[in-house]
């Protein structure tokens, strides 16, 4: 069965910094892309950053520039340092991986619970 974990979120001031992490865990084949997805009360779940197995990299336009993805594959780990945090980040943030599992017969989206994040001063 696979498992995603986010660590990593809580309370920072405005202009401040948080890395988010986020580990796969169980029988799995192989990972393609992975990324982060944040829903703040009353909003929509938006995708905010994804990487690609290859490292490539895409972010909605409101984080460009202040955010980064980051993935480390020998630990099926995918991590987002966010930097001049504003109080419209605050939302929970969900990571992702698409990726076949053991005996799978093809890929598909695993979603891990959510880390809540909270930029106020």
């Known amino acids: 069965q696979v498992q995603l974990a986010e660590s990593g979120g809580g309370l920072v001031q405005p202009g401040g910094s948080l890395r988010l992490s986020c580990a796969v865990s169980g029988s799995i084949a192989s990972i393609k892309s992975m990324g982060w997805s944040r829903q703040a009360p009353g909003n929509q779940r938006e995708l905010v950053a994804v990487i690609t197995s290859g490292g490539k990299t895409n972010y909605v336009d409101s984080v460009k520039g202040r955010f980064t993805i980051s993935r480390n594959n020998a630990k099926s780990a995918v991590y987002l340092q966010m930097n001049s945090l504003k109080s419209e980040d605050t939302a929970l943030y969900y990571c992702?991986?698409?990726?076949?599992?053991?005996?799978?017969?093809?890929?598909?989206?695993?979603w891990g619970k959510g880390t809540l994040v909270t930029v106020s001063s």
């Open positions: 992702y991986a698409n990726l076949e599992a053991v005996g799978g017969l093809y890929t598909k989206d695993y």
